[in-house]
């Protein structure tokens, strides 16, 4: 990884510390104290020099930290003629930081991943040939061509028969990803098959992957409110720090005491173990497809005990599929969809779009139809293979079929009622709903596993459709019919109780997540306000992201409270030995980094963390004398 100038900085004096400390060793062995002294004291100055001026930068930023810990031992043992130790302190300082450095930089490897896979050219086909263009001269429509290894550049629509992608960037799935004619490819992903043909449905710089750098840039500048607390600890700690130091002279007499336990307070591991974990658990949470704004939506995520779900879009699909077919006159289902689809084939209505696409998904052949006239807002009438079909509402079709429109049982269940008639007959009923998305019900059983206490359903959908697509998940409330404004009044009542979470994918659903402790969005197919609100953006349409997400949080700060105490621990318990003479200042300066590093490593397991990941639930068999179309019918 390219060093920035802050980390050219700190290996010079890292190595003018080194070179001092390691030279006047150097002399000392070889009967030179004088020049020992001279080399070790050379060593030390541009230390110290660097850590008065970064006092200074905190100090006018109304920030007091455990620099000033580091300073006073160095500049004590200068004074009270600890050369040596001076020197150790201001390599094991300089060393310290240079570390910490290092650790972040290895806990952000993924997201610079990230970073570096962004494509800068793409192939396009153009006036029957090929040719390499940059990224912002592709326009919505432009045909690309993906080779094998190629990172999509744009999101679009697959324009080949068949493709494998590989998404892990994106979603931490190992195995490739089949995607059929018609699919959309998100940019980001990777082409693990043969070379297929893409059709551009947006410009670079609007595409999933344009906007995940963008996010992943806001995330890598980010503060946690755990670090600011752990400033405010270090108050104390350098308090205790002093009260030490000052008992030990004021009861010995000896300075050097004094010495020994400043040098063993250096440097604190609130500084290094809290930025260390955070910053590796976003690295961690990005590697399983969940992008987080910062290290602070992190930390609070893992004290989050209130979760409020938008219904439409985020714990369903948001778009029609089809549930059941009934057959009135005994025409098979498969013949029923088949006529309604191919008639549906001249209508761009998404009901009709979906019937369409479960035709397709279920392989059957669907003629082109004739004589083809739609009614907006009632259906569609025409031929299909000469013979009439009529396709719409269940009163609009009813009456030119010359039946009587009844009572179905899924009208009261709220579902889509689509009535097909054939040849001047009702021939069945397409029944279509917005389900659940897979795997919805085992995400909240886990979520409650992990301490969420409340899950709240949030919508602007009728009271009856929203009870019958979440009956069985066991919510502890359902809020229908909300306006955006009534969703952020339930936010702020619920923030009473606790942290809360809001989940959401429309615009209407950005002042809620804008309002609540942790906003999470659905970033592949949601709105780009939602995006901009949310603390959390989901990279992939899948809301079952959202524990392991929390899961990794959790452990994160965990980690960081596990390394700070113990090191703090250790820290007071090596000054106590210093105080009472237990320790020289070189033996508590060594001891002291020891300490150091053992945090950092200790923070560095953020890296390992394996959250569960959620198994999908086995697929139930359709109810008798209905289809299972629903299993392939996602358009």
């Not at 590989?166 to 089949?178: F, K, N």
């Not at 059983?445 to 709240?456: A, K, M, P, S, V």
């Not at 959790?554 to 113990?566: F, L, M």
């Amino acid at each position: 990884m390219e060093q920035t100038g802050t980390d050219r900085f700190k290996t010079a004096i890292l190595l003018l510390a080194a070179v001092g400390l390691i030279g006047g060793l150097g002399f000392w062995f070889a009967g030179q104290a004088g020049i020992a002294n001279l080399l070790w004291i050379a060593g030390v100055l541009p230390a110290l020099a660097a850590l008065v001026i970064e006092i200074g930068r905190s100090l006018r930023s109304g920030e007091v930290g455990l620099d000033i810990v580091a300073a006073l031992s160095m500049s004590a043992a200068l004074v009270f003629g600890e050369t040596l130790a001076a020197a150790v302190v201001a390599v094991m300082y300089s060393g310290g930081t240079f570390l910490e450095s290092f650790a972040e930089g290895r806990a952000r490897a993924e997201m610079h991943a990230l970073l570096s896979r962004v494509p800068r050219t793409a192939t396009r086909h153009r006036d029957g040939g090929l040719e390499d263009i940059p990224l912002d001269e592709i326009a919505p429509g432009d045909r690309l061509l993906i080779r094998q290894g190629d990172v999509v550049p744009v999101d679009g629509t697959l324009a080949s028969d068949t493709a494998f992608v590989d998404t892990s960037a994106l979603t931490g799935e190992s195995l490739p990803v089949r995607l059929a004619r018609g699919a959309e490819a998100m940019s980001g992903v990777t082409n693990a098959g043969e070379a297929f043909d893409l059709t551009a449905t947006h410009e670079a710089k609007d595409s999933t992957y344009a906007g995940i750098v963008r996010l992943v840039e806001e995330a890598q500048a980010s503060k946690a409110p755990m670090s600011r607390l752990a400033d405010r600890w270090s108050l104390g700690f350098l308090a205790v720090t002093v009260g030490i130091a000052f008992a030990a002279w004021w009861f010995t007499g000896d300075p050097i005491r004094a010495v020994a336990v400043l040098v063993v307070a250096t440097p604190c591991p609130l500084i290094l173990a809290v930025p260390v974990a955070l910053v590796a658990g976003l690295s961690r949470a990005a590697h399983f497809g969940v992008l987080v704004k910062g290290a602070g939506p992190l930390e609070t995520m893992a004290r989050i005990r209130t979760l409020i779900l938008d219904k439409t879009g985020t714990l369903t699909e948001g778009r029609p599929q089809i549930v059941s077919v009934d057959s009135h006159h005994g025409m098979g289902a498969d013949d029923i969809l088949r006529f309604a689809a191919a008639l549906d084939q001249a209508s761009k209505h998404p009901v009709a779009q979906a019937i369409v696409a479960a035709a397709k998904v279920r392989g059957l052949t669907l003629p082109v139809p004739s004589e083809v006239a739609e009614l907006p807002g009632e259906g569609v009438v025409g031929h299909v293979e000469g013979r009439p079909v009529i396709v719409g509402g269940d009163g609009f079709v009813a009456r030119r079929a010359g039946a009587r429109a009844g009572d179905h049982p899924a009208m009261a269940a709220g579902s889509v009622l689509v009535a097909v008639a054939v040849d001047g007959r009702m021939a069945g009923h397409l029944v279509m709903s917005d389900p659940l998305r897979e795997g919805a019900g085992a995400m909240l059983d886990g979520l409650r596993r992990q301490g969420i206490e409340r899950i709240l359903l949030a919508t602007g959908d009728r009271a009856e459709v929203a009870e019958r697509v979440t009956e069985g998940l066991g919510l502890d409330g359902l809020r229908a019919g909300l306006t955006p404004d009534q969703k952020v009044l339930l936010v702020l009542s619920e923030r009473k109780r606790g942290p809360v979470m809001m989940v959401g994918d429309g615009v209407n659903d950005a002042p809620a997540l804008a309002a609540a402790d942790v906003g999470v969005a659905m970033g592949a197919r949601g709105a780009a306000a939602s995006a901009e609100a949310a603390d959390v953006v989901l990279l992939v349409d899948r809301i079952d992201r959202l524990g392991p997400g929390i899961e990794i949080a959790r452990a994160s700060r965990r980690i960081a409270v596990e390394s700070v105490i113990a090191g703090i621990g250790l820290s007071v318990l090596g000054m106590i030995a210093a105080a009472f003479g237990y320790l020289t200042p070189v033996q508590g300066a060594l001891l002291q980094e020891v300490i150091d590093v053992a945090v950092i490593l200790n923070a560095l397991r953020a890296l390992r963390i394996a959250p569960q990941e959620p198994v999908a639930p086995e697929p139930q068999p359709a109810p008798a004398g209905q289809s299972d179309i629903a299993q392939g019918a996602t358009p």
